[in-house]
């Protein structure tokens, strides 16, 4: 039994050297790898972890807001905000991509410009603060802690922690019972710490993880330079001192099979999270004051390094004037794109050929004035705006689910832009309007309800059609601009440029000639158009 039990202490031992020795090989790699992020313009991680759940901020907290002033789940689709996300996401945590996702639905925004300064040109600053918020890391997306419930303890499982300690001073005075008191009591706590982390698997994960982000608020806030924050940090000490001790709170990401074994035996797992459960129940506003603090500046690093990878951007300005104006703007998600330089003083009808840039163009304002009020960027040299709601009816499909055609797809998306009640500018975005229903009715309800929104207090509406017909019919309430092509024999090239007034060329029965449909098919619609 002798030889046993001094094995058990030296596996013990053992346990404690692994876990120094991996954290401290870790670490180097972490700042290694992190000093190349900047220049190579990298993310920490190139891979989406499975257990993401980007959403899970906005889903939780979007009751408190006014959904008007929201980006809809439409708009977000429309302008594929899911993709200008993941070309922004610099995020090294799990919290900072939920809040990321967030802020591009409006509920948050990122205007700490002396921060992002100096994330850009202070490169000891930024690999320190990268550090702790890659420590952080994206592991767990955690439920917040507002969210969770107290889960109660039992004081009897709380002692079992100390069973093996105990046995083991035991075992100096009778080793034969010492020793194997300490075996049985390190296999039951084992058996009883995996069946009890299935009943709280998912708020033990939050609170380690809440333990690290309030460990690394209080490291950071000490830092030259960084915000402050109004927390007494104080009130988590526990938190703060323990929380390491558990080394990553995923255990299935542990390094060695000596921690999992280790924090199994002594019940650190279920010990630990009830000594600082409550804590963070009684100070919960200070707790997600943490995780405000950590998201915000995890989201200002996204941001800062998002600017590195553009060719062009610029701080947008607020007009108290409801003209948009904007010089050489583009889209936000294309590396090369054609700009654009447009005064907007008044409803718009933009009409032009097929692939000639007017969906690009609509687009690229919607999705900057996105920007100009989440994260005070645009891609454009001169952009002034005047703040306000963005809705889209763009990208409609038929919807199988519910059973809606695409037309009774279209007409709800439309339908809810009367719906909005707010006292805000509302900029509404409509690309090729009702087009899934007939000619004749379509230019009918198009003029229809484009003329209703037209006087509509507040509204701007930017709208793209085919139907050249529209631009008489609405020439009292809208401008007139257009997109066009040039045909060749041997093609047809665009320069994707707006220009004023309507449009004069068409170019879908040239499109049967170049691409060598038989001549008789060409002929037959020509001579049906003329």
């Known amino acids: 039994m002798l030889p046993l039990f001094w094995f058990f202490i030296a596996f013990i031992i053992a346990a404690f050297l692994v876990s120094m020795m991996t954290n401290i090989v870790t670490n180097k790699k972490l700042k290694h790898d992190i000093q190349l992020l900047w220049s190579k313009q990298k993310p920490l991680e190139n891979f989406v972890r499975p257990n993401h759940i980007y959403s899970y901020q906005f889903d939780t907290y979007q009751f408190q807001y006014d959904k008007n002033a929201l980006v809809d789940d439409k708009t977000y689709s429309d302008l594929n905000i899911n993709a200008m996300f993941e070309k922004m996401n610099f995020n090294f945590t799990a919290i900072g991509e939920m809040r990321l996702y967030a802020t591009l639905r409006k509920m948050f925004t990122i205007s700490n410009q002396s921060l992002i300064h100096k994330f850009k040109h202070d490169e000891s600053f930024r690999i320190q603060l990268s550090i702790h918020l890659a420590e952080i890391g994206k592991a767990i997306y955690p439920t917040f802690r507002d969210q969770l419930y107290t889960v109660k303890r039992n004081n009897c499982f709380m002692l079992c922690t100390y069973f093996p300690l105990i046995f083991i001073i035991f075992s100096f005075f009778n080793p034969g019972l010492g020793i194997l008191l300490t075996i049985l009591s390190a296999i039951f706590n084992m058996v009883l710490s995996g069946v009890l982390k299935k009943t709280f698997n998912q708020d033990l994960n939050s609170i380690f993880y809440t333990s690290m982000v309030i460990?690394?608020?209080?490291?950071?806030?000490?830092?030259?330079?960084?915000?402050?924050?109004?927390?007494?940090?104080?009130?988590?000490?526990?938190?703060?001192?323990?929380?390491?001790?558990?080394?990553?709170?995923?255990?299935?990401?542990?390094?060695?099979?000596?921690?999992?074994l280790f924090k199994t035996m002594f019940m650190l797992d279920y010990h630990i999270f009830h000594l600082i459960q409550n804590s963070f129940k009684k100070y919960e506003s200070e707790v997600m004051s943490c995780y405000d603090y950590i998201t915000n500046i995890d989201n200002h690093y996204a941001v800062a390094l998002w600017r590195e990878t553009l060719t062009q951007y610029t701080f947008p300005e607020e007009n108290e004037a409801s003209t948009l104006e904007f010089e050489e703007i583009t889209h936000p998600l294309l590396d090369y794109a054609v700009p654009n330089d447009l005064e907007i003083n008044s409803h718009i009808l933009l009409t032009g050929s097929n692939a000639s840039g007017k969906s690009t163009f609509t687009k690229s304002i919607a999705l900057n004035l996105i920007l100009a009020q989440t994260v005070y960027t645009v891609t454009a040299k001169h952009f002034k705006f005047k703040p306000g709601l963005v809705y889209t009816s763009m990208v409609n499909q038929d919807d199988i689910l519910s059973g809606d055609s695409y037309f009774m797809t279209e007409i709800k998306s439309i339908k809810r832009l009367f719906d909005i009640q707010t006292n805000n500018t509302v900029y509404c975005f409509i690309d090729e309007i009702f087009k899934g229903t007939n000619t004749t009715e379509r230019i009918a309800a198009s003029e229809s309800v484009l003329n209703y929104l037209g006087p509509c207090k507040h509204y701007r509406v930017i709208a793209a059609t085919h139907d050249i017909e529209l631009t008489s019919l609405l020439k009292h309430n809208y401008i007139n601009y257009h997109f066009n092509e040039i045909i060749s024999d041997n093609g047809i090239t665009f320069d994707y440029k707006v220009k004023s007034g309507k449009a004069d060329t068409r170019n879908a029965i040239e499109l049967l000639r170049i691409m060598d449909f038989p001549e008789q098919v060409y002929s037959r619609a020509q001579a049906s158009s003329s």
Do not use: W
């Open 215 to 260: 460990k690394k608020a209080y490291a950071l806030q000490k830092i030259d330079g960084v915000p402050t924050i109004d927390v007494d940090f104080n009130h988590f000490k526990t938190a703060r001192k323990l929380s390491g001790l558990l080394g990553k709170v995923n255990t299935s990401e542990d390094a060695m099979v000596f921690a999992f």
